[in-house]
């Protein structure tokens, strides 16, 4: 009995491991956040293992069957739409229950969209703090006005219909002339990282509509 958490590509299907295309075609099950979007992956490396959906709607209802599943002797792998799981995706709750009933975790290395967000951004990366997506609208304002004071680099996750509102609220709350970084489709044909103040970002990203999926970088506070 194990579970694997096994990164997938977040553009470049090449990004892939060797390890990761041996693990997702030697376990007994994969749970996929999407099994449309896992499909046209696992179709491409040739990978015929069963899927089984398994996302932040189910996730609560589903840990305990397949605790019992992996006790019986199955093992699974959990993957996401892209990325490493459990990072602003499912798998934390099923981990967690695995280090409660004694059930090894093996989590692979792999593709992680903030890591060269980070590295991309000329911002300093010897500390940081990775937020995620920030609250959509209830406590949203208590959680810039906390991290307005922090010192450390900040992570974002966002989306691309959200930019603007989140770069205007960066403006508001951390000031114009704090250092940002935005980038987006990493690893795809399309990918830029836009740095400057973040009212400079803030006018860019108004004039040019994004798209693709994105992570802002933010300069702690001096």
Do not use: W
Request: charged share 25%; glycine share 6%; with cysteine.
């Amino acid at each position: 009995m194990k579970l694997y958490l096994v990164p997938t590509p977040i553009g470049n299907l090449k990004d892939i491991t060797f390890r990761a295309i041996e693990v997702l075609k030697e376990v007994d099950l994969i749970l996929a956040e999407d099994t449309r979007t896992s499909g046209k992956l696992l179709k491409h490396f040739e990978i015929t293992t069963q899927m089984q959906s398994h996302h932040m709607h189910n996730e609560h209802k589903t840990v305990n069957h397949l605790i019992e599943k992996l006790k019986s002797g199955v093992t699974i792998a959990v993957i996401s739409d892209a990325g490493t799981p459990a990072i602003s995706d499912p798998g934390f709750l099923l981990v967690r229950a695995c280090v409660e009933h004694n059930i090894e975790v093996d989590c692979l290395p792999g593709a992680t969209a903030f890591v060269p967000a980070l590295v991309n951004s000329g911002l300093p990366n010897d500390k940081f703090v990775f937020e995620g997506f920030l609250p959509v609208k209830k406590g949203r304002q208590t959680r810039l006005l906390l991290l307005a004071g922090e010192t450390r680099t900040i992570i974002f996750y966002e989306s691309p219909h959200k930019l603007i509102k989140t770069l205007g609220h960066f403006c508001q709350y951390f000031g114009e002339d704090r250092q940002v970084s935005v980038s987006r489709e990493i690893t795809k044909l399309y990918e830029e990282t836009v740095r400057g103040t973040a009212k400079e970002v803030f006018e860019h990203y108004t004039n040019k509509p994004p798209k693709g999926e994105i992570v802002i970088v933010v300069a702690g506070k001096k």
